[in-house]
């Protein structure tokens, strides 16, 4: 038995790409330099742009005693994700959460550990489009202890949306800005009917010509924050549509915008799982191997990286630029460091890899390390950190 | 270290449930005939009940070149699960199913896998409702050589909606034959608009008087094959709705029956996902730990059931009663074992729990045990058999 490369999946918090790039602070590779010229590029063209993100439900259709927005995703709270999304766009200067009052402390700790930044609180009303028009308030000129200054166009997102992407939120942003709304539409996965009210079928929509009505949506401030401010009890009780709202009140035909399969909106208990592999998924695509680069087993290593490269991207270190090293041969002590790393989101484990002199043999052994690999890093479970396992 | 109960999961495959209260060879326990009795009452009042799957779709929404009926979940096909959801419910006499010609053999191939019954192959045609047709034709008595006979009520359900429960099966049936039709629906989970040619908002629908029509749905034979066999080639190209032919071609109004939110259709490779998660969760809530339940290590398995019955339920089996026991305490043999036994689907992993005099350090040593046993359950991925872990 050879002591193999510990298998070791990366943090959970991939951090926000987009942001560093606002920074000045950053080692500037080419890659980089050019995707800034392009972000400088884009701050030009985009307008003064703020989110308002309403997260005051309750998330009866869950099943489960907490809001659907603060339901932990591999222990992050699933609001989260979607600050981490709204954040990497760094052409939007402000975003405005709505929560309940009972919620408002919760959130500001979810602030404070993950480090968002650009955020405002305010207290949610008690339906969606009361949460939103709060949000509106705060970013309206006319409040005069509010710290945010009134955008050209504002995005109205969801809390529990968090895969949104930048270039969808570009194009609503764009087309606000043109047709004074936008939203993104998706095809109708099932038929839509109208029941009659002894509960019969009355009639079917045409699938072909309807849409869902999906978010993010963007609205000239103007446009949207009259709509709000016209609008009755009525539509502020019982509306669900911000679109709705801006044709009905300023006669503005929103513009829609045809969204990608990841804007769907996690309203089942199924949605959290979905929403668990996907970033799971997002988050283990690289592993790091360290291992001593000028041995023998450097080979080893290779045809390791030859196996997964089809699921992972691999990378070598050289175990003399590591802490540990020969220490970790030692069960006890894999276990302590990987209790010490885990703090740090870092799950650790080890991988013994049997190394024998026939060549079949061999490669099953390292066919069965990179299977065990595999599984690690993609299931991600704390629950076997520090396990020191054989292939 | 003492040795601990191996960690071992159940098999994937729970086995048809209702279909043993059809049998008669079946140990006959009091739950168990008071079960048959209803089983036996259901019986009188159901009409012959046949269900048609069309299964015939490419899965182009998926974004996999698999159709998404034939989408591996744990190594098993989605259909077996949505063919066992159907085989379960024993008065559904046949179940047609219309596949392409070129997914013929393989749908063979799952049937006999997986050891499905009452199946009928039909080839599908190039839409959904072709295939329905194909189906339906093969139920009517006038085919001469169909082994099938004609039902008084047909179930249409998707082979992509694999957690259909008897209860909603029951209720459209049992509304289909009092109304000719019936079908089950949801609310909508999104605001569905109707956009005009160019692209922008012409009206949006309220979202309380409309509904998501889902499946399954039910017919009186007579009714639906009426309808298909009178609609127009366009119906047969370009609809999607059953229940609109019905209405449309027999002027039957159907009956309306909420469903529970486990009918939905799985359409995007999140629903793959979900739908994983979902049956790996169905699949290991139970645990069996094989010990010497003579020895001193019982009142440890005491323990550790203690702190897993929150999310477990756990059995114990004495260890002499299995073919196993001394020899799993060395590692290669445990790899042999697990290597022979994966074979049956099962997923057997040794753990060894430190067993220390410090009352402190054991309860330490027993939680991290009990995590890892409930991670192994849960997470069910066949890349950690036969390794032996440590608490």
């Known amino acids: 038995m050879e002591p193999g490369p510990p298998g070791c999946s990366g943090p959970a918090e991939p951090g926000p790409r987009l942001r560093r790039l606002c920074g000045a602070d950053q080692e500037a590779s080419a890659a980089l330099l050019s995707r800034a010229g392009a972000e400088a590029e884009l701050q030009r063209c985009v307008p003064a742009v703020a989110a308002v993100l309403p997260a005051g439900g309750s998330g009866e259709r869950m099943g489960v005693p907490t809001p659907k927005q603060f339901c932990p995703i591999l222990d992050r709270p699933l609001i989260s994700y979607t600050l981490q999304a709204l954040e990497r766009v760094c052409w939007i200067k402000d975003i405005v959460v709505a929560v309940t009052r009972e919620n408002m402390e ?58 949104v992407e930048e270039d969808v939120l570009l194009k609503v942003v764009t087309a606000a800005k043109e047709h004074g709304a936008a939203g993104a539409i998706r095809p109708l996965v099932s038929t839509v009917i109208c029941p009659s009210a002894d509960g019969c079928l009355d009639q079917s929509l045409d699938r072909a010509r309807h849409r869902a009505s999906e978010m993010p949506q963007a609205f000239l401030f103007d446009v ?79 045809r390791l990286e030859e196996m997964l490269k089809n699921e992972l991207s691999v990378h070598f270190l050289d175990c003399k630029s590591v802490p540990f090293g020969q220490k970790m041969e030692n069960l006890t002590q894999i276990r302590e460091f990987a209790k010490e790393v885990k703090k740090r989101n870092i799950l650790l484990c080890g991988l013994l890899i049997y190394y024998p002199q026939d060549e079949q043999k061999l490669q099953d052994s390292l066919r069965q390390g990179a299977t065990i690999i595999a599984t690690l890093i993609k299931e991600r479970n704390s629950g076997l950190v520090g396990q020191l396992l054989v292939a």
């Open 224 to 302: 949207i924050y009259e709509a709000y401010q016209q609008c009755s009890d009525y539509d502020l009780e019982f509306g669900t549509e911000c679109l709705h709202l801006a044709l009905k009140y300023c006669h503005i035909k929103a513009k829609l915008v045809e969204g990608s399969p990841d804007l769907w909106k996690v309203t089942y208990k199924r949605d959290l799982y979905a929403a668990e592999s996907i970033i799971k998924e997002r988050i283990s695509q690289q592993i790091c191997m360290v291992m001593d680069t000028k041995e023998d087993e450097e080979h080893i290593g290779h």
């Open 106 to 163: 919760a959130m500001k700790a979810i602030i404070q550990r993950y480090q968002h930044q650009r955020i405002s609180l305010v207290e949610a009303g008690v339906t969606r489009h009361r949460s939103i028009f709060s949000g509106l308030k705060a970013l309206a000129q006319d409040q005069p202890d509010s710290q945010l200054s009134k955008p050209e166009v504002v995005i109205i997102h969801d809390a529990v949306r968090p895969f």
